[in-house]
């Protein structure tokens, strides 16, 4: 793949970068989360075709359209999310759309025989018959690569294949790895887990900001020179970092759990600080959010705000609190799209306008966050989905900002909006904490969180693993305790 | 420029009125003794009591919902209600001796007790989030049964101020059961663009999840909706067995729920949720009315009328749905 591009509306995703996979080998891409990565690999399976470039693959210059005509070519994905037909058997998971038949009839009989011929070639124990929705995430994974092989595939591309795998069964996963390269099968790898990357990769190649970083072989590589290609440069001064008074605890967790996404996590919040979250996906912030915040069922630990003990229950209760949580998927749960700016704005604190509604103090709410926020709309009664993204955020944060909460809580503030709205959310952000308001900033994006935070919290897979100072913030440092397995003990004194 | 876009939206809301209008002028000249003030008054009393019921249903699919139980517990309440309004010497009563109650402590009991079959189902679809097609289809199954186990006969010689509603008419002209219909339409209008529960419906119906986050009890909200539908509902049941003199536990309210369900449809209300004017259901509450009015009396067949009337009901959602998109 050579000098590809890919635009989105407003966004130059893929910066026009290249990717050299040599057969029967394991090629790992690796980058921070937005490097491009995954992108890349839409564009070659065809979900995403590139604004421009050059695919070749086994000589010849390809454009593919779809998936289907990448998997029939011999190019397969398997994603990080599986999307199996669950109430089916695995049988027809593994054949579907392409079932073999007898005239028009679906020939079960071949189609269970050829599965239990494909398992065996892979060494793989599941029942054909078992419904797809009692397999483990392992197995499922198994019956995707399976159905990879079965499309007689040249490259498999894997998308964090381990992120929810025990240790035995990514011994598993890496034996079937082994098995496809002998077949002369291609694997590109994308992990963020650096002991298994260099246990199995031949090639590694590092992308950035959407960009082509570096490209070599494994050997020649090692964890500190890979952590370095990935970060890069240097945390320029674009966020308005203003050093405010930190007043008192405001918020204190301690020991909170939630499920398996959250392992006990302890910190504390004070009032006109900004607290940074860091990880990389699936590190469990989001969930430690919605858990502080009443969204997600709380299985173990504490939360005290002022010294008082909270029950949260839900985001109602939160609110009551005068805690806010500006969610990470604005489209899922922060708009409602076919309402109006205005309805938009008051949703959380529709209490404060009486019964019946004060509508012109409504409008008046709106009007004024509309203009304190320099939200760009033709009217309040705009429906909200009919704004740009940036835009949509500027409503949610007045959203919040209308409900005075001490405790704002931002789940990847400036995701997929442009750097005008960006930089006006990081003044803003910035100048909450100046109020006194204490904020907890999560970000993917190390620069941001860098930039803004007084300190970092940062979790891996569910677990803390350490709160770094901002004195002795750096990329490497993070990064390396994003990717730690060793949950975080607090300083006795000594440090 | 501003005002020209203001009359496009304006004409784009309410281009169902449009069609209520050419409808009449069509009826109209097709049979003049359409227009007459006493066919109109006809009309409408005869469409308030299934109107009343889409002033209830409409909150349900809002809230992306739905309400098949109505018409059943429109029946049950209304037997239960009428029962208690049968003269004490009457041979044929449903509970002999007890006489003729009051008829507005009568209307509290029927109210009350549509408030509880439908807070029962509510909070059954509120909280286990099972379809509200599937709970709403089992409590009518389970609300007329109730109905034919409270009586096997219909139940009359209901008392005067009991039916008083139904079908009083002012000055032996007016039905006064239009003004109960108008006056729930006003309740229906304030409920949902004056209070926070509205508010909240139209959030929840939009994105219940961004509802959540926003504080607002989803659960609490879903309940006092359909308790909403149940009490349109009891009222409705009520105003029919004092409009006919007597209440059936086995036809009383038949399908109406369907006709409430078209009503609110054909008036804009969008099935996918978040969408929903009562001026549009108002509409389309009449819209329906003038076919079924109509079209008897051009005495065209009853199942043309159906035919028709499947037409306006898909052909309605398949302009909505075209409309909405090309806002979005």
Redesign the interface.
């Known amino acids: 793949m050579t000098d590809i591009v890919k635009e989105f509306p407003g966004v130059r995703a893929l910066k026009g970068v290249q990717l050299k996979v040599r057969p029967g080998t394991v090629h790992t891409l690796m980058g921070e989360n937005g490097a491009g990565k995954s992108t890349l690999m839409k564009c070659l399976i065809g979900i995403h075709p590139p604004t421009s470039g050059k695919i070749v693959f086994e000589g010849k210059e390809v454009h593919f359209k779809n998936t289907l005509e990448a998997l029939n070519s011999g190019i397969s994905m398997i994603h990080q999310e599986l999307s199996p037909v669950p109430e089916r058997s695995v049988c027809e998971n593994l054949w579907l759309g392409r079932a073999p038949r007898k005239g028009l009839i679906v020939d079960h009989k071949k189609m269970r025989q050829d599965s239990i011929d494909l398992f065996q070639k892979l060494g793989l124990d599941v029942d054909p018959d078992e419904k797809m929705g009692n397999l483990t995430v392992a197995k499922m994974q198994m019956v995707e690569i399976a159905k990879a092989v079965s499309y007689d595939s040249r490259i498999v591309i894997m998308d964090e294949p381990t992120s929810s795998l025990t240790d035995a069964e990514v011994e598993h996963l890496f034996r079937i790895i082994a098995e496809l390269k002998a077949k002369n099968v291609a694997i590109i790898y994308i992990s963020h887990k650096m002991d298994e990357i260099f246990r199995i990769s031949d090639d590694i190649t590092v992308y950035r900001d959407g960009e082509y970083i570096a490209s070599d072989r494994a050997e020649n590589l090692n964890v500190d020179k890979v952590i370095q290609l990935m970060v890069g440069r240097e945390v320029t001064e674009m966020f308005p970092k203003v050093d405010c008074p930190i007043g008192d605890t405001i918020l204190k967790v301690e020991n909170l759990s939630a499920g398996r996404a959250v392992k006990n996590v302890s910190f504390e919040l004070h009032r006109g600080e900004i607290l940074g979250m860091a990880g990389l996906v699936g590190a469990g912030r989001t969930e430690t959010a919605e858990a502080i ?1 009443g ?1 997600r069922t709380v299985t173990g630990g504490k939360i005290y705000k002022d010294g008082k003990e909270l029950h949260i229950k ?3 209760d ?3 609190n005068k805690i806010g ?1 500006l ?1 990470e998927d604005r489209r ?8 109006s700016i205005k ?1 938009n704005t ?3 604190n ?2 404060k ?1 009486g ?3 004060n ?1 012109k103090k409504m409008r008046e709410d709106t009007e004024e966050y509309v203009k304190k926020l320099n939200t760009k709309t033709p009217s309040i009664d705009t ?1 909200i ?2 704004l740009s993204g940036g835009n949509q955020q500027k409503v949610l944060v007045g ?1 919040w900002l209308l ?1 005075d909460p001490d405790i704002l809580i931002v789940d990847e503030p400036t995701r997929g909006i442009d750097v005008g709205a960006k930089s006006e959310i990081h003044s803003l952000i910035t100048k909450l904490a100046g109020e006194g308001k204490a904020i907890i900033m999560i970000s993917s994006e190390l620069p941001e969180v860098m930039g803004m935070s007084d300190r970092i919290v940062v979790m891996h897979e569910g677990i803390m693993t350490a709160v770094v100072d901002r004195k002795d913030f750096s990329s490497e440092l993070i990064l390396k305790y994003a990717t730690s397995d060793v949950p975080y003990q607090p300083a006795d004194g000594k440090q | 420029m501003q005002k020209s876009f203001d009359k496009k939206k304006f004409l784009s809301q309410n281009s169902i009125w449009l069609v209520l209008i050419v409808l009449v002028i069509i009826m109209s000249i097709a049979q003049p003794s359409f227009f007459s003030v006493n066919n109109l008054l006809t009309l409408l009393s005869g469409e308030a009591v299934k109107g009343i019921m889409a002033f209830g249903v409409m909150f349900a699919i809002l809230s992306k919902g739905i309400d098949l139980t109505i018409g059943a517990s429109a029946a049950l309440v209304a037997v239960i209600t009428a029962s208690l309004v049968q003269p004490a010497d009457y041979a044929n009563a449903i509970l002999p001796g007890l006489g003729t109650l009051p008829a507005p402590l009568v209307f509290l009991i029927g109210l009350a007790l549509g408030a509880v079959i439908g807070g029962i189902y509510g909070a059954i679809i509120a909280y286990t989030k099972i379809p509200p097609f599937i709970a709403t289809l089992g409590a009518q199954l389970i609300c007329r049964a109730s109905a034919k186990i409270y009586t096997n006969r219909p139940v009359s010689n209901l008392s005067d101020d009991f039916r008083f509603l139904g079908s009083y008419r002012i000055g032996g002209v007016f039905p006064i059961i239009i003004i109960v219909f108008f006056v729930m339409f006003a309740i229906s209008a304030f409920l949902l663009t004056q209070t926070r529960f509205g508010k909240n419906v139209y959030a929840i119906g939009g994105n219940d999840q961004a509802a959540r986050v926003a504080g607002i009890n989803v659960e609490k909200n879903l309940i006092l909706v359909y308790i909403w539908c149940s009490v349109c509902a009891a009222i409705a049941g009520m105003l029919l067995a004092g409009r006919s003199g007597s209440a059936d536990p086995a036809n009383t309210g038949l399908n109406y729920e369907l006709d409430a369900i078209a009503a609110a449809t054909v008036g804009g209300t969008s099935h996918t949720g978040g969408i929903c004017r009562v001026s549009g259901v108002l509409a389309g509450i009449l819209i329906l009315g003038v076919i079924n009015n109509g079209l008897v009396m051009l005495k065209v067949d009853d199942n043309m009328t159906n035919i028709v009337k499947g037409l306006i009901i898909v052909g309605s959602v398949v302009l909505d749905m075209r409309k909405n998109a090309k806002r979005a």
């Open positions: 915040f969204m839900s985001p109602e939160a609110i009551a949580l969610t899922g749960n922060g708009i409602v799209g076919l309402l309805d008051v949703l959380a529709l209490k306008y019964f019946p509604l509508h429906p989905q009919n959203r409900t």
